[in-house]
């Protein structure tokens, strides 16, 4: 086996959607491109799939129609080293879509997203439990990622 690549169907707005997230995160681009043909199921001419990297990792976004929709059980999480990249993020794939507990957030496309602090790993992770679970009832408690409440949290401070 050479790798996985994430398979996303969209429902609409492949060519919107992938442009989109090209252009948000740093080392992104798109691959490949095919269109229907005339004897496919897609209207001749338009996208059926598009090949992306996001921070250097591959996707593949098809053209699914209407029967195909994103689940929130199913999301791409994203840590961050700094408190503007998550505010640059979130503020992004927030823009016409559903803001949600923990730092999740779906997008107008209807993708879900984590958008998290990269410490929150070493807290939840680490050698000490208590600071873990401080750190992980603090997040509950938040809608966008806060890194300096999160660190409070998690050194037990109010």
Not at 10 to 37: K, M, N, Q
Not at 68 to 83: H, K
Not at 95 to 109: I, K, L, M, N, Y
Not at 133 to 148: G, H, N, P
């Given at each position: 086996?050479?790798?996985i ?15 989109f997230?090209t ?7 798109i691959?490949g ?9 897609g ?5 059926r799939?598009l090949r ?5 990792r ?6 699914g129609?209407?029967?195909f ?11 961050c080293?700094?408190q503007?990249?998550?505010d ?20 107008r496309?209807?993708?879900t ?17 208590a600071?873990?679970q401080?750190?992980v009832?603090?997040t509950?408690a ?8 999160l ?7 109010s």
């Amino acid at each position: 086996m050479k790798e996985i690549i994430t398979h996303l169907a969209f429902p609409a707005g492949i060519e919107e959607a992938v442009h989109f997230y090209t252009g948000l995160f740093p080392d992104s681009r798109i691959t490949g491109e095919t269109r229907f043909g005339p004897s496919e199921p897609g209207p001749e001419g338009e996208v059926r799939t598009l090949r992306f990297e996001l921070l250097g990792r591959k996707y593949l976004a098809v053209n699914g129609g209407a029967d195909f929709q994103f689940a929130e059980g199913t999301s791409l999480l994203v840590q961050c080293d700094t408190q503007e990249e998550i505010d640059r993020l979130w503020d992004a794939l927030g823009e016409g879509g559903q803001p949600a507990d923990c730092g999740w957030v779906t997008d107008r496309f209807g993708l879900t997203w984590q958008i998290t602090a990269t410490i929150a790993e070493t807290y939840l992770y680490g050698s000490d439990p208590a600071a873990g679970q401080r750190a992980v009832e603090a997040t509950y408690a938040m809608k966008k990622i806060d890194i300096s409440s999160l660190e409070r949290a998690a050194r037990g401070d109010s």
